[in-house]
């Protein structure tokens, strides 16, 4: 069965993608979030550019930080944002 996954997009993530968030299927294939990335770049050219330097991007599964490792399981949602900074 199919798993369908929200992602969501933040600062500059958002602004490159010209959308806040969206909708994936994700291949039966697909099982971490490092596979999940590598199948959006492979499917579009704006992802390639986006997701060009992983290193410089940061993912949270459910509202928990994440490295590109972890299993997707039944997740709803993927936040893709790059590191947060104080002041």
């Known amino acids: 069965m199919p798993h369908q ?4 997009y933040f600062s500059w993530v958002k602004e ?5 968030q ?3 299927v994700c291949p039966e294939t ?9 199948s959006l770049k492979a ?3 704006l992802y390639q550019d986006v997701f060009s ?3 410089k991007l940061r993912f949270a599964l459910d509202q928990d930080f994440v490295g590109l490792d972890a299993p997707l ?5 993927l936040a893709i944002f790059p590191p947060v900074t104080g002041g």
């Open 73 to 77: 399981g039944n997740a709803k949602e």
């Open 43 to 45: 499917s579009d050219a």
């Open 53 to 55: 330097d992983l290193k």
């Open 22 to 24: 969206e909708t994936v």
């Open 5 to 8: 996954l929200d992602i969501v």
């Open 30 to 38: 697909v099982h971490t979030i490092g596979e999940l990335i590598g």
């Open 16 to 20: 490159r993608l010209g959308r806040a």
